[in-house]
């Protein structure tokens, strides 16, 4: 079945950049997103790639996808002590429309 | 502007007691879910609907139900409430297979 697995915790520097990574079973993935959950707050979508894209920047954030290797990572450029919060990739697939599978969220910490 | 809202924000309740949690969601949106987030599980979905009349279970469905009976509304019902059954619950709507929008989330503790 899918599977998204994402590691637990990643702390930088204020001012660094951010890398999360995230790997997912399902080749037929058609999106893959990257989602942010402030604390106490649901989640909001950051950004989006299509299967057949390779990398999407948007400002601050640079997703690059990897489908040889299942491997998708968000890459945040000049972390802000308010991205600190957690990431969720997702992925959907067409045997299940409409429907995400999320990984279990990174935690971003970012240190003065 | 559309939104997506939950009530309760805050439940606490008695183990064998039946709760119900709202959603309600002003985009017209067809596809409504139910998720529950725990640590180290990050979202699992509970259960989802295409459209009204339509159910349908999710990974973690045992003990909940979900009716919808407008397009607006997907009430979350614990039948009988379990110790397992605290977490944070989500709920979330979307018109395509693209974004999906969250609600604020209502905690929920069994005692």
């Known amino acids: 079945g899918e599977d998204v697995e994402q590691s637990l915790f990643l702390s930088v520097r204020e001012g660094d950049s951010s890398v999360i990574n995230c790997t997912y079973t399902?080749?037929?993935?058609?999106?893959l997103y990257w989602y942010k959950q402030e604390p106490g707050a649901g989640l909001q979508l950051l950004t989006y790639?299509?299967?057949?894209?390779d990398m999407k920047q948007d400002q601050r954030l640079t997703v690059l996808l990897n489908k040889k290797d299942k491997h998708l990572s968000l890459r945040i450029a000049d972390t802000q002590t308010g991205d600190s919060a957690i990431y969720f990739c997702a992925e959907s697939t067409p045997s299940n429309t409409g429907k995400l599978i999320f990984g279990q969220g990174t935690t971003l910490q970012v240190k003065p | 502007d559309a939104e997506i809202t939950q009530s309760p924000r805050h439940k606490i309740t008695e183990t064998g007691r039946q709760v119900t949690l709202a959603c309600h969601q002003t985009w017209n949106h067809n596809n409504m879910f139910w998720y529950r987030q725990d640590l180290g599980h990050g979202l699992r979905l509970i259960h989802y609907s295409y459209g009204v009349q339509d159910t349908n279970k999710g990974e973690v469905s045992d003990g909940y139900s979900v009716s919808r009976s407008n397009t607006e509304d997907l009430p979350l019902t614990l039948e009988s409430a379990a110790s397992s059954q605290t977490s944070v619950y989500f709920c979330a709507s979307s018109e395509s297979s693209n974004e999906q929008f969250f609600g604020p989330g209502t905690r929920l503790t069994v005692l």
């Open positions: 399902d080749s037929s993935s058609t999106y």
């Open positions: 790639i299509f299967s057949n894209m």
